[in-house]
Antibody
Framework: EVQLVESGGGLVQPGGSLRLSCAAS????????MSWVRQAPGKGLEWVAN????????YYVDSVKGRFTISRDNAKNSLYLQMNSLRAEDTAVYYC?????????????WGQGTMVTVSS | SYVLTQPPSVSVAPGQTARITCGGN??????VHWYQQKPGQAPVLVVY???DRPSGIPERFSGSNSGNTATLTISRVEAGDEADYYC?????????FGTGTKVTVL
């Protein structure tokens, strides 16, 4: 079964850091672009970052540039999101999603999400 | 930055047709994808590349894209189609999601 499982969410103070992980199974992880997408409570979907199959290209939404880092370990079939200097507005459910073999492809597989709450 | 505009809500009676629009500058030149999200659940891809359906998605879901508007059409609407729907494109090194449309089945 094709599956993505996120972990690492929780409560963190403003200015703090958190590292999210996403474990992939059931497909050849190294063949796909991967992404993080978030959704603030009661709000719409917001893309956060993409990473190419070999990690050589990374893209970020402007609001997280310089604070968040997307990475992957193809040997471990895992995707990561290192989040530093967290702000209240980063509070959201964070989804790991498979993009496809091209960056133009759709998000065809989604994890169940992990909640990140930034609050003092 | 690129903006995708959707109507906040669409209401439809069971058995009727729901049409959800997604407006963007020259969106017809891009590949548009559509997602369904039910409360408390992760989004699900229902249409990709303007008009293709992933396996397992009913034929009742269809898409089109031309000019400045892409459209998701849900035919013979069922109660289970009640959800939020989002369009999405890749533009200038960014993924862009539409504002989202809540479909209510009367």
């Amino acid at each position: 079964e094709v599956q993505l499982v996120e972990s690492g969410g929780g409560l963190v103070q403003p200015g703090g850091s958190l590292r999210l992980s996403c474990a992939a199974s059931g497909f050849t992880f190294s063949s796909y672009w991967m992404s993080w997408v978030r959704q603030a409570p009661g709000k719409g979907l917001e893309w956060v970052a993409n990473i190419k199959q070999d990690g050589s290209e990374k893209y970020y939404v402007d609001s997280v540039k310089g604070r968040f880092t997307i990475s992957r370990d193809n040997a471990k079939n895992s995707l990561y999101l290192q989040m530093n200097s967290l702000r209240a507005e980063d509070t959201a459910v964070y989804y790991c999603a498979r993009v496809g073999r091209s960056v133009y492809d759709a998000f065809d597989i989604w994890g169940q999400g992990t909640m990140v709450t930034v609050s003092s | 930055s690129y903006v995708l505009t959707q109507p906040p809500s669409v209401s439809v009676a069971p058995g009727q047709t729901a049409r959800i629009t997604c407006g963007g500058n020259n969106i017809g030149s891009k590949s548009v994808h559509w997602y369904q999200q039910k409360p408390g659940q992760a989004p699900v891809l229902v249409v990709y590349d303007d008009s293709d359906r992933p396996s397992g998605i009913p034929e009742r879901f269809s898409g089109s894209n031309s000019g400045n508007t892409a459209t998701l059409t849900i035919s013979r609407v069922e109660a289970g189609d009640e959800a939020d729907y989002y369009c999405q494109v890749w533009d200038s090194s960014s993924e862009v999601f539409g504002t989202g449309t809540k479909v209510t089945v009367l």
